[in-house]
């Protein structure tokens, strides 16, 4: 429940801005939604900070892939309260994704079947 | 070879699987499908973006303006006044809802920020936060024992010099003013540029001088 007592390495890291391409994707997400005003940034913050909680309260690793991941689920959940496109929606489309790119030959780019 | 093969099934198997992109990586990809599809974001958005914050918006824009404030009595004035209006004027604004904060470090007083919530920061002028800066361990010990946690970054304050921790939100985020070090007289815009580091507008490092170690 409380946050780790060992000195975290606060080591410069100059490697790659992202990790993941993905990492920057729900970032760019998130800014997007935010500037066409489809929720706040305050809502974007506190989304984010509850997710966090959320993590740190189950002990989820404090690193990089982690805080990504707060974010991602931090959106999944505006997008629900927010929009159009609940959570059930989101599962369904996540899954097709993974169908198109299982039944898309290399080298051909992966598209949604209709 | 036509026959089948359970070995070489198996191969194609985990070859096509390691096409498939992470599990959250998929999510990502729906997200981005359903909100462009519903036109409530344009994809050249996004492209522009994750172009922007990956290769080209580095902490330079912000390191600009601390420079300038170093050289410029008025343009400091106007910084610590208004920082979002500077930005603005130098086309470095982000969210217009966000504002923009700074913090002057003097010989008494050494600022550093944090997002004790999540992770709010500048990062139109700052280009995109350090991991450690969104760290759980960052966030709730900078506040607990700053001169701690500074010292770990290698910053030494002296006993007169107090430590101000601002936390940031989605509608302030703040930039630290780093103080202009000795020896850098008649040093030209870009040069005292490239003095000023990410970590020194975040308030994780206090010496700039080219002269105590590498200008990096």
């Known amino acids: 429940m409380s946050p780790p007592d060992a000195p975290a390495p606060f080591t410069d890291d100059s490697g790659p801005v992202f990790d993941e391409p993905w990492h920057a994707q729900v970032l760019a997400l998130a800014d997007a939604m935010v500037a066409a005003g489809h929720f706040s ?16 309260a189950r002990a989820a690793p404090d690193t990089v892939e982690g805080y990504y991941l707060c974010a991602l689920e931090a959106l999944e959940g505006l997008l629900a309260r927010h929009t159009p496109i609940g959570a059930q929606i989101q599962r369904e489309r996540k899954e097709a994704w993974s ?11 992966v598209e949604l079947g209709r | 070879m036509t026959t089948f093969d359970s070995d070489e099934a198996a191969k194609v198997h985990r070859q096509l699987h390691h096409a498939l992109p992470s599990d959250p990586a998929l999510r990502v990809k729906a997200l981005e499908s359903l909100v462009v599809e519903r036109g409530m974001v344009a994809p050249e958005t996004l492209d522009a973006w994750v172009e922007a914050y ?21 343009f400091r004035a106007r910084l610590l006044e208004d920082a979002a209006a500077v930005a603005e004027e130098l086309g470095f604004q982000g969210h217009a809802s966000a504002h923009l904060k700074a913090v002057e470090n003097t010989d008494r007083i ?10 709010c920061y500048p990062f139109s002028i700052l280009g995109m936060s350090p991991s450690w800066y969104k760290s759980a361990a960052y966030r709730s010990r900078i506040v607990r024992e700053p001169r701690k946690v500074l010292a770990e970054f290698g910053v030494e304050l002296p006993e007169g010099v107090a430590v101000r921790v601002w936390d940031s939100t989605a509608e302030l985020r703040y930039l630290v003013v780093p103080q ?37």
């Open chain 2, 180 to 216: 202009r070090p000795a020896g850098t007289e008649g040093w030209s815009l870009e040069q005292l540029t490239a003095l000023v580091t990410r970590n020194a507008m975040i308030g994780t490092e206090r010496d700039l001088s080219p002269y105590v170690k590498g200008a990096a």
């Open chain 2, 54 to 74: 990956s290769e080209h918006i580095g902490p330079k824009r912000g390191a600009e303006m601390v420079a300038r404030s170093w050289l410029d009595p008025s």
């Open chain 1, 41 to 56: 940034a305050a809502d974007w913050a506190e989304a984010l900070g509850a997710a966090r909680a959320a993590a740190e």
């Open chain 1, 99 to 109: 169908r198109a790119y299982l039944a898309t030959p290399h080298g051909r780019p």
């Open chain 2, 110 to 119: 050494h600022n550093v920020v944090v997002c004790t919530l999540c992770s």
